[in-house]
C-alpha cells in the first residue's frame, strides 16, 4: 500500500507549456515536501509544505498544501528543458510520525 | 562540509553473498535513513533511525538489517543477497522538528545480485 500517490506517472511537454502534478493520500501528513532528482544523483529538495491551504512559490513553480493535509500540488509555468526530472513528493504522516515516506515520482520530460 | 557519504558507489554481488553499504554524516543529524529505488520508480523506506541506538523498519525491511552505535554512521547490511535486491540504495539524513524536515541524499550505492 503506497501512502502517497502522485500523478500523472510521466509527462512529456514542449518547452513554454504549463503543468500541474498532484501527490495524494489517504493519511494527513504533517508536512509535505517536493524534491527533483536528475539522473544518477539522490532527490534535492525543493520546498517544504506545513500549514494547510499554504502555497509556496519558487521562481516558476508554485507548491499547495491542501487544507486538510492530504495533498500537495506542483504547477510549472513556462516549462523548460531544465525542469526535467523526476519529481517526488515525501512527507511524514500521522501528527508527528516517524516515518519519512516517498511517493512514486512524476517523470517529467520538457521538450525543446 | 561533506554532507552524507556512501561507499561503495557500485558493487555487483553473487546469489548468497552478503555485503554491507556503508553512510556518514557530518551534519550532526539526528535522522537517517535508507531507501531502494528500482529503475524508474520512487524510493521506498526499508530502515529509519530516530537517534545513535535506535532503530526501526520501514515499508521493505526484509533481507536488510541496520545499526546506529553513532550518530554520524548507519551501514546496511545484506545478508544472503537475491536478484530481487538489485537496485539503487540511498542513504539520507535530517534534523526533524515539524518545520524542518529536509532529508540530505548520498549520491546512492548501486548494487547489482546476479
Known amino acids: 500500500t503506497q501512502l502517497l500517490e502522485q500523478s500523472p506517472q510521466f509527462l512529456s511537454i514542449q518547452e513554454g507549456e504549463n503543468l500541474t502534478v498532484y501527490c495524494n493520500s489517504s493519511?494527513?501528513?504533517?508536512?509535505l515536501q517536493w524534491y527533483r532528482q536528475e539522473p544518477g544523483e539522490g532527490p534535492v529538495l525543493l520546498v517544504t509544505?506545513?500549514?494547510?491551504?499554504e502555497v509556496k512559490k519558487l521562481k516558476r513553480l508554485t507548491f499547495q498544501f491542501g487544507d486538510a493535509r492530504k495533498d500537495s500540488s506542483l504547477h510549472i509555468t513556462a516549462a523548460q528543458p531544465g525542469d526535467t526530472g523526476l519529481y517526488l513528493c515525501?512527507?511524514?504522516?500521522?501528527?508527528?510520525?516517524?516515518?519519512?515516506?516517498f511517493g512514486p515520482g512524476t517523470r517529467l520530460s520538457v521538450l525543446p | 562540509n561533506a554532507g552524507v557519504t556512501q561507499t561503495p558507489k557500485f558493487r555487483i554481488l553473487k546469489i548468497g553473498q552478503s555485503m554491507t553499504l556503508q553512510c556518514t554524516q557530518d551534519?550532526?543529524?539526528?535522522?537517517m535513513y535508507w531507501y531502494r529505488q528500482d529503475p524508474g520508480m520512487g524510493l521506498k523506506l526499508i530502515y529509519y533511525?530516530?537517534?545513535?541506538?535506535?532503530?526501526d523498519k520501514g515499508e521493505v525491511p526484509n533481507g536488510y538489517n541496520v545499526s546506529r552505535s553513532t550518530t554520524e554512521d548507519f551501514p546496511l547490511r545484506l545478508e544472503l543477497a537475491a536478484p530481487s535486491q538489485t537496485s539503487v540504495y540511498f542513504c539520507?539524513?535530517?534534523?526533524?522538528?515539524?518545520?524542518?524536515?529536509?532529508?540530505?541524499f548520498g549520491q546512492g550505492t548501486r548494487l547489482t545480485v546476479v
Open positions: 539520507a539524513s535530517s534534523y526533524r522538528t515539524r518545520w524542518d524536515t529536509e532529508a540530505f
Open positions: 493519511s494527513v501528513f504533517s508536512s
Open positions: 509544505v506545513v500549514t494547510g491551504g
Open positions: 515525501a512527507g511524514v504522516p500521522g501528527n508527528y510520525g516517524q516515518n519519512f515516506v
Open positions: 551534519m550532526n543529524h539526528n535522522y
Open positions: 533511525s530516530v537517534g545513535a541506538g535506535i532503530t
